[in-house]
């Protein structure tokens, strides 16, 4: 199954700043999921990317706040801007691999004070 | 539209006696089924998938689930819990989007399972 890199792991920001979240994954893939996991929460789909084209997003997820890059086959950005305590939450991105499992990242664990 | 339903939000058990976490969903098309399981401060891990194959699954660490289509469940059970299993636990069930290869996972809310000595 693929390998997926995240950074960074954990981060504490200040409200109104913005941070970019990254995920490398070690081989190619089509499709690349990003989720939030909010505290005690389960997993939210944020949104899906494929390289070459605009990212999908669900409902209640839009571009401004969540913009995502995916440049090419292996790599995906997903940026949390303007930041509020209510952003405080674990992001994951995913990848599918073969035989339909699904490979998470780490996670990045943002605190927003 | 797909759904999941996990039954009970946390669940405790005495080391050495069966585990039983419950999972119900709704599909409007085949689905694959999933177990995923976060250990605290720790990533997801897949535990076992349900892919159209053989009804009963079985997964890492003695885990298994039976897929029953009539009761649209998919219940996680292992013989004999260990301190080691406890953790969060989530169903997940994925379906294709429109038909297409847009494939999208929908995960439960999550049963907490807490290991007694």
């Known amino acids: 199954s693929a390998v997926i890199s995240q950074k960074p792991s954990r981060d504490i920001c200040q409200r109104g700043t913005s941070l970019t979240i990254q995920c490398q994954v070690d081989?190619?893939?089509?499709?690349m999921f990003w989720y939030r996991q909010q505290p005690g929460q389960s997993l939210t789909l944020i949104a899906t990317?494929?390289?070459?084209?605009?990212?999908?997003?669900e409902s209640g997820f839009v571009i401004d706040k969540f913009p995502i890059s995916r440049p090419n086959l292996t790599f995906s950005t997903l940026t949390v801007s303007n930041m509020s305590p209510e952003d405080s939450s674990i992001y994951l991105c995913?990848?599918?691999?073969?035989?339909?499992?699904?490979?998470f990242g780490s996670g990045t664990r943002l605190t927003v004070v | 539209a797909q759904s999941v339903t996990q039954l009970d939000s946390h669940v405790s058990v005495s080391e050495g006696t069966p585990v039983l976490l419950r999972c119900n969903y709704s599909?409007?098309?085949?689905?694959?089924l999933f177990w995923y399981v976060q250990h605290p401060n720790k990533g997801l891990q897949l535990l076992l998938k349900?892919?159209?194959?053989?009804?009963l699954v079985k997964g890492i660490n003695g885990f298994e689930a039976e897929f029953k289509k009539s009761e649209t469940s998919f219940h996680l059970t292992k013989p004999s819990a260990h301190m080691s299993d406890a953790a969060e636990y989530f169903c997940v069930v994925s379906e294709s989007v429109s038909g297409g290869s847009n494939y999208k996972l929908t995960f439960g809310k999550g049963t907490l399972l807490t290991v007694n000595p």
């Open positions: 995913s990848v599918r691999g073969q035989g339909s499992g699904y490979t």
């Open positions: 990317a494929n390289q070459g084209s605009e990212a999908t997003y």
């Open positions: 081989s190619q893939v089509t499709m």
């Open positions: 599909s409007s098309y085949s689905p694959s």
């Open positions: 349900y892919t159209s194959a053989a009804t």
